[in-house]
């Protein structure tokens, strides 16, 4: 598949696998619904999905992912929450995170990936919340480090 199209694949086998996990099953009018798109754009990529395997259409009981199609919705799902945490942690509003993570999670390189993955397990991680976190909050509120060596330097006078 060309990288448009294994792209368009990601979001479709993520938007289904959160829905069957969250519900038991993906309607087509919700997944439409979830990616934007019209329901025939659904019933066509649904079609191409099962044809490479990822998908099964059963009669009454809708869709299921195959093991592969559940491996690749999982990895998207893994490198969407990685980059939506790393977001959020710098400050982005979590509705803008969910966004752009969405945008982000097929395209970056695995050493960036895994960088955020261990930037966020290294805050999380905290046993407090680590202070040259809030001094970062404080320099994009204020343009302005909490606290300035030389101010420091100076009480110490
Ligand atoms: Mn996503």
């Not at 025939?40 to 999905?49: A, C, F, N, Y």
């Not at 390189?109 to 046993?127: D, G, I, S, Y």
Request: proline share 3%; glycine share 4%; with cysteine.
């Amino acid at each position: 598949m060309e990288k448009a199209a294994t792209e368009r694949a990601e979001d479709y086998l993520e938007v289904i696998y959160d829905l069957i996990s969250k519900k038991g099953y993906a309607r087509i009018v919700e997944i439409a619904e979830r990616l934007n798109v019209r329901p025939p754009t659904v019933t066509e990529m649904i079609k191409k999905l099962s044809e490479k395997g990822l998908l099964v259409h059963e009669k009454y009981r809708g869709f299921t992912l195959t093991e592969e199609g559940e491996r690749i919705a999982k990895a998207v799902q893994r490198r969407h929450e990685t980059i939506a945490n790393f977001l959020m942690i710098l400050g982005v509003d979590k509705e803008i995170a969910e966004q752009d993570a969405c945008k982000m999670e097929h395209d970056l390189h695995p050493m960036t990936l895994e960088r955020f993955t261990k930037f966020v397990e290294f805050v999380q991680n905290a046993p407090q919340d680590p202070e040259w976190l809030e001094h970062f909050e404080h320099y994009v509120k204020t343009g302005e480090h909490k606290c300035k060596v030389s101010d420091l330097l100076s009480s110490l006078k």
